[in-house]
């Protein structure tokens, strides 16, 4: 081989060898970059946590609830470890309650008058109509029922309550459509009252577990009870049993960290009984007044999904404390839809009590009848607006007089 091709074939050997040299480098430098960051590992982290055994209804229901996190009440608002995914979602959400927090600091709880604009609309025409007359006839009583019906009263509520009143009418002689709705508002009185207080366990904790189907504000209403609770002095845990919705935890956590309560959650599709037993444990281990239980979004047409809402019940009821309520959550938008659920949670979970949201939007807001004349369940607290005081103590007296008002 001549001397210029060997030159040439030396050269090219060389050359190679530092594009090698160059790209081993880079693939060096490259190396750390792969692996993911610390703060993506949350996930696998909380998975490895131990898990606090609680005891058992069978042998059915050993299932592992995967790793459980006891977050404290916050003194510097914390980072809630929010997977990047999430983050928007809960920046979002942290703001609106943020902004309702501000809201209320000066804000006085609402007044039944002044909150059931769409529900008084309903009676206001036929009130009105039935006041123009000068007697009680035959058109006065189809008036009334028809406003109770477009009210969502429903059927048989209606039939009975109109019965009763006709026969009152009769036995006192009653003449005038004044009359008659006044003795109207008696009987609604009477069929609405009953207790309305939250009960509280003599020792500590109280427990209050809350249950409802998707999309009523269950978790916003324990976020706003726990609210109440802490402005009265008192401490809370707040338990994140929602362990299949993704975003429930972040929820009551930024309210838990909002109202100045401790958090105990679970891994997400986590067994949410042993969530709701940890947390009732680690209320009494650090002298905790009460604990507000979130559940998971119960289809209440679906046996088996409300057979494990009585097993998170029974296990509750098994290690300190007392369950002294079981507040069912209804939107007051859906009518008689609400009496259904009523009656087929209060058939799994022995519900004490019914916290109505949205009131002040609905039309249907005549479904607390049958709720309490059917069931039997007590009306507790009612949804009069967004913020945290406008969840108000309900009062039967107050919501009857406030659906005729505008028409007396």
């Given at each position: 081989m001549s001397s210029p091709l060997i030159l040439i074939a030396i050269g090219i050997v060389l050359i190679a060898v530092a594009a090698a040299a160059v790209l081993l480098t880079h693939s060096d430098g490259k190396g750390e970059a792969l692996d993911p960051p610390e703060s993506r590992r949350v996930g696998t982290a909380l998975k490895d946590r131990p898990v606090t055994s609680y005891p058992s209804d069978s042998a059915s229901d050993d299932s592992s609830a995967g790793g459980l996190l006891v977050e404290d009440a916050p003194t510097d608002s914390p980072d809630l470890g929010v997977p990047d995914g999430d983050a928007d979602g809960d920046l979002l959400e942290r703001d609106r309650i943020d902004e309702e927090f501000e809201r209320i600091i000066e804000e006085e709880r609402p007044t039944f008058s002044g909150r059931l604009g769409r529900l008084r609309g309903v009676f206001s025409g036929y009130v009105g109509s039935i006041l123009s007359r000068s007697s009680i006839d035959e058109e006065t009583w189809e008036e009334l029922e028809e406003a109770m019906l477009r009210a969502d009263v429903g059927v048989n509520v209606t039939t009975e309550l109109l019965e009763s009143l006709r026969a009152d009418v009769k036995k006192r002689g009653l003449t005038t459509p004044q009359e008659l709705l006044d003795a109207l508002k008696v009987e609604m009185k009477s069929r609405l009252a009953g207790p309305t207080e939250l009960r509280f366990a003599?020792?500590?904790?109280?427990?209050?577990?809350?249950?409802?189907?998707?999309?009523?504000?269950?978790?916003?209403?324990?976020?706003?009870?726990?609210?109440?609770?802490?402005?009265?002095?008192?401490?809370?845990?707040?338990?994140?049993?929602?362990?299949?919705?993704?975003?429930?935890?972040?929820?009551?956590?930024?309210?838990?960290?909002?109202?100045?309560?401790?958090?105990?959650?679970?891994?997400?599709?986590?067994?949410?009984?042993?969530?709701?037993?940890?947390?009732?444990?680690?209320?009494?281990?650090?002298?905790?007044?009460?604990?507000?239980?979130?559940?998971?979004?119960?289809?209440?047409?679906?046996?088996?999904?409300?057979?494990?809402?009585?097993?998170?019940?029974?296990?509750?009821?098994?290690?300190?404390?007392?369950?002294?309520?079981?507040?069912?959550?209804?939107?007051?938008?859906?009518?008689?839809?609400?009496?259904?659920?009523?009656?087929?949670?209060?058939?799994?979970?022995?519900?004490?009590?019914?916290?109505?949201?949205k009131l002040d939007g609905s039309a249907k807001g005549g479904v607390v009848l049958p709720i309490r004349s059917e069931l039997d369940i007590p009306i507790k607290l009612v949804g009069l607006g967004e913020s945290a005081l406008q969840l108000v103590d309900f009062d039967a007296d107050a919501f009857v007089e406030a659906l005729f008002e505008s028409v007396d």
């Open positions: 003599a020792e500590k904790p109280t427990i209050w577990l809350f249950v409802g189907v998707n999309g009523v504000g269950k978790t916003t209403t324990i976020g706003k009870v726990g609210r109440r609770l802490t402005d009265d002095g008192l401490t809370v845990t707040m338990a994140a049993g929602d362990t299949f919705r993704a975003a429930a935890a972040e929820q009551l956590g930024t309210w838990a960290e909002r109202c100045g309560a401790d958090l105990v959650r679970g891994a997400e599709g986590g067994d949410p009984s042993s969530v709701i037993f940890d947390a009732v444990a680690s209320a009494a281990a650090s002298g905790k007044d009460v604990v507000l239980a979130d559940t998971a979004g119960r289809l209440h047409t679906k046996g088996n999904l409300m057979e494990e809402l009585a097993k998170v019940r029974r296990v509750a009821d098994k290690g300190a404390g007392e369950v002294t309520e079981v507040l069912l959550v209804i939107d007051a938008v859906t009518g008689q839809n609400g009496l259904e659920q009523a009656r087929k949670f209060a058939e799994s979970t022995a519900v004490t009590g019914v916290v109505l949201t």
